[in-house]
Nanobody, 118 residues
Framework: QVQLVESWGGLVQAGGSLRLSCAAS????????VGWYRQGPGKQREVVAA??????NYADSVKGRFTISRDGAKNTVYLQMNSLKPEDTAVYYC?????????????WGQGTQVTVSS
């Protein structure tokens, strides 16, 4: 059974930084993509950053401030967030999409709260 566990969310002042991590365990077969999503108060879940075969992509709102990376040896995905703004306040979710035995699998973490105070 696959588990994704996000860590290191928290409360930070505007302009500050946080580094989220997502530790994955279990059999994931071939990983097609890894990414971070967020859902702010009263908003729909949106993609923040993702890595796939086509490269790395970021939401326009976080370009130049956020960096996604992965450590294959540790099965961990990171999201470095700099110059945080109050509008970055949200629950952040890790996502991994993999493929095996002819089907696609979509895994999600439980989410970690990020709150940015002004």
């Amino acid at each position: 059974q696959v588990q994704l566990v996000e860590s290191w969310g928290g409360l930070v002042q505007a302009g500050g930084s946080l580094r989220l991590s997502c530790a994955a365990s279990g059999t994931m077969f071939v990983i097609n993509s890894v990414g971070w999503y967020r859902q702010g108060p009263g908003k729909q879940r949106e993609v923040v950053a993702a890595i796939n075969s086509g490269g790395t992509n970021y939401a326009d709102s976080v370009k130049g401030r956020f960096t996604i990376s992965r450590d294959g040896a540790k099965n961990t995905v990171y999201l470095q967030m700099n110059s945080l703004k109050p509008e970055d306040t949200a629950v952040y979710y890790c996502n991994i999409v993999s493929r095996g035995f002819g089907r696609e699998y979509d895994f999600w973490g439980q989410g970690t709260q990020v709150t940015v105070s002004s």
